[in-house]
């Protein structure tokens, strides 16, 4: 069960990379990520070079479930209308629930839609991230800013 449910999460992760950086400059304003509670479209710009001492602080992150609830969308650390959004450069990080984290919500895990609730869950030993992105997930760094759903 454990494997088919990683399986699975394996290729959503897949067919959710392929969403956020197909049609490459074109604007998809269907539900692709969450950031600050809401939902973002994406608009698919470029794959970028890892940032470098002068440009560090110009890149967010963007936290790509390894094994999520359904309908669990990448969370970005800020997004527009927020200070801190960098406009869609993004430095991925994948997320995987921990044991504890399963056993807590009883095997049925809450849907994540900002940072701070990463930030909680991951204070509590109930998440674990990693810098980079899960197998045919998102580039390491790319460009992709976030729309609003229509």
């Known amino acids: 069960m ?5 399986l699975f999460m394996g290729l959503a992760t897949a067919l959710l990379a392929s ?3 197909a049609n490459s400059g074109k604007p998809n304003f269907a539900p692709s990520v ?3 509670g809401k939902v973002w479209g994406t ?4 794959v970028l070079q890892a940032p470098n001492e002068y440009n560090a602080q110009s890149y967010d992150k963007l936290f790509v479930f390894v094994n999520g609830a359904t309908g669990q969308l990448p969370v970005a650390e800020a997004a527009p209308g927020n200070p801190s959004y960098n406009g869609g450069r993004w430095f991925t990080h994948m997320v995987m629930w921990t044991e504890a984290g399963s056993t807590f ?3 049925t895990l809450p849907v994540l839609m900002s940072y701070e609730e990463i930030k909680q869950n991951e204070a509590l030993g109930y998440l674990t ?7 045919g997930g998102p580039p390491n760094y ?3 800013p976030l729309l609003p759903v229509k």
């Not at 991230?129 to 197998?135: E, F, L, M, V």
């Open 19 to 21: 969403a956020l950086l």
């Open 43 to 46: 608009k698919s710009a470029a």
């Open 105 to 107: 919500f009883g095997g």
């Open 34 to 36: 969450f950031g600050d």
């Open 142 to 144: 790319f460009e992709c």
């Open 2 to 6: 454990q494997y088919h449910r990683r």
């Open 129 to 135: 991230i990693a810098a980079g992105s899960p197998a």
